[in-house]
């Protein structure tokens, strides 16, 4: 193709009914996209194969009018750790290497079922620890933002789903799928400049999505704009008889009225006073302060609210975090799948030694932490009381939503660090600062958005993010959508 792409999904399905382009060309320009910019190392592996079978399928239903949805002949991509049938699936760990699933996780299938075109799996931090995407066997991701690109100078894309939010960024796709268990869809959107939105806790199926924290994990969206976020969530939400832990109510699709039809008046927007925290930079700060403003202009009554818990929930999170990683790791033995050891020895030599090979020092140390807060001598000690402290946070989130509709908080505390400055402290301390404003959402099962607002003095994005009660998609939605009106950031694609 030598035009530009549309930037919207809406846009692309037009220009097919328009026959001004068709799937084809397009899959082809992405996939020739991924090829160019293949030195950020936003994937693990490009689908050529299949992108091209999808895109000739989409082709021919659009020539016969039979087109599925607005999603037909969309290219998309889909972090490492969703499975996907037939195509590799490795949550970037030698662990999974050869890992090759044999059914595909719901929301990518539901994604598929309206004609999706898949470009390839993303790159990530190892089984989805980190917040960088710098935890990789496959290296690090760079964020397209970057004005180096050599071995320490480029900034980082953000974690866990870096490679995602980057195919985003940078024109391969329209739209990726990640997952978010204490802020990895919004961290990346934030430091990437997309949108980056986790759902209310059970409104999006998690079968198969590899699971890190079986009562935090969401699967979660990544977009260049608030209308192809809806658009994608009303695809891939609903109930699912393959996950328990999805409602069971009916899904009614998100409705998105036009920017200028928005009215924030009756509005309550909560600030939350424990969110002003150590670290936070003067831009953040300004960016924050200049869309409460915004909104106030706008008819919305803003006001501060206390969260008094926020102190506790990075150390809340960290434990119940290592313990559930201690117990969804147990099952990688080298045995059943996965990697094995080639070293002859008894089972437990053996079960040791795959272990020791297949899993990173991040992994090892919050399976090690995981169980010693375990142990039976430990177990009311940490493990009891931060589930009591996680029912105390969450009780906050319903104390402030009884007297704000939204919240209204930095997203992360700076704009993107370089790898050089994000590698001088370990990962443990990188999670507890950059997921500070994102993983109390998880804990309290509530929806959460990151919004792209303006470009730091550097010229790189600056995101804050809403936070809703559970299932409010449809207000926060709105109220994104008129920010986004606003601000008026324009990406780099």
């Excluded at 091209?52 to 490492?80: E, F, Y």
């Excluded at 990173?360 to 009891?384: A, E, S």
Aim: with cysteine.
């Amino acid at each position: 193709m030598n035009r530009r792409l549309p930037q919207k999904i809406k846009e692309l399905a037009d220009s097919y009914r328009l026959q001004q382009t068709t799937p084809l060309l397009v899959a082809e320009h992405c996939l020739a996209q991924a090829e160019r910019l293949h030195n950020l190392n936003a994937f693990v592996r490009v689908c050529g194969t299949e992108a091209r079978q999808q895109a000739q399928q989409s082709t021919d239903r659009l020539n016969r009018g039979t087109s599925l949805s607005d999603l037909d002949g969309v290219p998309i991509a889909v972090k490492d750790n969703f499975c996907t049938d037939g195509i590799h699936t490795t949550c970037a760990s030698r662990m999974l290497q050869g890992f090759v699933p044999r059914y595909s996780a719901t929301v990518y299938q539901r994604l598929v079922d309206r004609g999706a075109i898949l470009i390839g799996k993303t790159n990530m931090d190892q089984f989805g620890m980190g917040s960088g995407t710098v935890d990789s066997i496959f290296g690090p991701t760079k964020n397209n933002w970057s004005d180096q690109f050599n071995d320490h100078g480029f900034r980082i894309a953000g974690g866990s789903s870096g490679g995602s939010a980057v195919a985003v960024a940078s024109g391969i796709c329209f739209a990726a799928l990640g997952s978010d268990t204490g802020g990895s869809t919004r961290n990346p959107a934030s430091y990437c400049g997309v949108v980056g939105f986790k759902p209310t806790y059970g409104l999006l199926s998690r079968h198969g999505l590899i699971p890190l924290v079986n009562s935090m994990d969401v699967p979660g969206i990544l977009t260049r704009n608030i209308e192809d976020c809806v658009t994608m969530m009303n695809a891939v939400a609903g109930s699912d008889e393959k996950d328990s832990t999805t409602v069971t109510k009916p899904y009614d699709c998100l409705q998105l009225p036009e920017a200028h039809a928005i009215s924030l008046k009756g509005l309550k927007v909560g600030i939350p006073v424990e969110y002003h925290c150590e670290g936070l930079t003067d831009e953040v700060l300004k960016t924050w302060k200049k869309v409460a403003d915004m909104l106030e202009e706008g008819g919305a009554t803003v006001k501060n609210v206390s969260l008094p818990y926020t102190s506790a929930s990075i150390f809340v999170y960290s434990i119940l975090n290592q313990c559930e990683v201690a117990s969804n790791m147990a099952r990688y033995d080298g045995i059943e799948y996965g990697h094995r050891s080639d070293e002859n020895a008894s089972t437990e030599q053996l079960y040791a030694k795959t272990r020791a090979e297949g899993f990173n020092g991040v992994v090892k140390n919050r399976i090690l932490g995981g169980n010693f807060f375990l142990l039976r001598k430990n177990y009311k000690k940490y493990f009891q009381k931060a589930l009591q402290v996680r029912r105390l946070l969450a009780e906050d989130f319903e104390r402030a939503f009884r007297v704000v509709d939204i919240l209204l908080t930095p997203t992360t505390l700076s704009e993107a660090p370089t790898f050089e400055e994000f590698c001088q402290s370990n990962n443990r301390d990188q999670c507890a600062v950059q997921d500070f404003c994102t993983q109390p959402a998880n804990m309290g099962g509530i929806p959460a958005l990151s919004l792209p607002i303006r470009l730091s003095k550097r010229g790189l994005p600056i995101s804050l993010q809403l936070m809703g009660p559970s299932f409010s998609e449809q207000q926060l939605f709105q109220v994104a959508r008129w920010i986004e009106k606003e601000v008026g950031f324009v990406g780099k694609v």
